[in-house]
Structures are given as structure tokens and as C-alpha cells.
């Protein structure tokens, strides 16, 4: 499996700001981004795993997904 970098925000945490308010479930800092690593065979998958665990319908929005570069002790 390959390791995967996926940037993502919330979209609804950042309109409540926005409008000077806060979000009902989700705290202020998922108004930024945020880096995430998934382990996935490519990147379909791996874009299928985040929107399983932050689903778009409650605001999840993914920035970008690109292939983490591998350490020299990995």
C-alpha cells in the first residue's frame, strides 16, 4: 500500500465563520486545512476513504491527494 497525503477543510466550519458564528459539531480549526495520511493502493481509494470518514454531505472538502514521498528509514 502507498501512503497518501489528503488536505481537507469543512466548507460549513468556515461559512459559520464567516458569519461570525461557530459550528454546531465541528471545532473553528476545521475552517483551515488540514493533512491527513491514509494508506491506500492508489488514489481513487484513497479519496474513497476520506469521503467515507469525513463525508461531503456534512461539509468535507478535499483540497488535494498526492503520494507521500517515502522517508530513507521506510
Known amino acids: 500500500m502507498a501512503k497518501f497525503e489528503v488536505t481537507i477543510y ?4 468556515r461559512e459559520k465563520l ?4 461557530h459550528h454546531d459539531h ?4 476545521w475552517a483551515d486545512f488540514r493533512y491527513v495520511e491514509i494508506l491506500a ?3 481513487d481509494q484513497a479519496r474513497a476513504l476520506i469521503m467515507e470518514r ?3 454531505d456534512r461539509g468535507f472538502v478535499i483540497d488535494n491527494i498526492v503520494l507521500a ?3 530513507e528509514d521506510e
Open 41 to 43: 493502493l492508489n488514489e
Open 26 to 29: 465541528y471545532t473553528d480549526d
Open 69 to 71: 514521498k517515502e522517508s
Open 54 to 56: 469525513h463525508p461531503p
Open 18 to 21: 464567516a458569519d461570525g458564528e
Open 10 to 13: 469543512n466548507k460549513q466550519v
